[in-house]
Structures are given as C-alpha cells and as structure tokens.
Nanobody, 127 residues
C-alpha cells in the first residue's frame, strides 16, 4: 500500500469550480491507476472519475461527464480532478485511490481493486 494525500476541497457556490489534487507521499504515481470516489452523507460511495497509469485512458460517471476532468501531470506525481459547473449534489467527501498498473493502458472502475486510499477532502457546494 501507498500513502495518498488529497487536497483542494472547500466550499463553493453552485456553478463554481474546484480542483482537487492527489499525490503520493514520498513516491510517484507513475505506475498507478487512480480512481476518484465521493461519498455524500447517507449515500453509498460513488466512483466519479478514473485514469490509467499513463494518464491517457479516462472514464467518467454519467453524473459528472462533461463537467469533471481527471488528469495526470507529465511528471506523473500528481493526479488532478478539475470540477466545473458544480452542483449541490456534488457535495461530499472526495477520495482518491491507487492500484499498481504497469501497462499504462487501462482505467479501473471497481473499488475493490484499489489497494490504497487517501484520507478524503470535503467538497461542499452551497449558496
């Protein structure tokens, strides 16, 4: 397992934007596929965006498609989740998760396959 650190959460008005970051503590994410998940109070955890280790293949939940963008830096040390046109229903704790993958080709949507999880960052969308 690896230690992940998320940052960038906060309070934003509907229609606003936030950028979340996920970094490895003391290591690069170069050979890890990353998933972003969120959990709202009283609701099940939901996968929202996924990216393969090469930073090329991505997948989005229908609820965020066209509004969220997941990306990996060229140095492969940080993964971002750019969230635009935020809605109150986007409120929740956002987690990044990592699983080793040297192929670079695939994203993974099954939460059970992720070995490491960050501590989460709170996103609140409210006027």
């Amino acid at each position: 397992q690896v230690h992940l650190v998320e940052s960038g959460g906060g309070l934003v008005q509907p229609g606003g934007s936030l950028r979340l970051s996920c970094a490895g503590s003391g290591f690069t994410l170069e050979y890890y596929a990353i998933g972003w998940y969120r959990q709202a109070p009283g609701k099940e955890r939901e996968g929202v965006a996924f990216i393969g280790s090469a930073g090329i293949s991505t997948f989005y939940a229908d609820s965020v498609k066209g509004r969220f963008t997941v990306s990996k830096t060229d140095a492969k040390d940080t993964v971002y989740l750019q969230m635009n046109s935020l809605k109150p229903e986007d409120t929740g704790v956002y987690y990044c998760a990592a699983r080793p993958d040297s192929s670079g080709l695939w994203y993974y949507t099954d939460a059970a396959g992720y070995e490491s999880w960050g501590q989460g960052t709170q996103v609140t969308v409210s006027s």
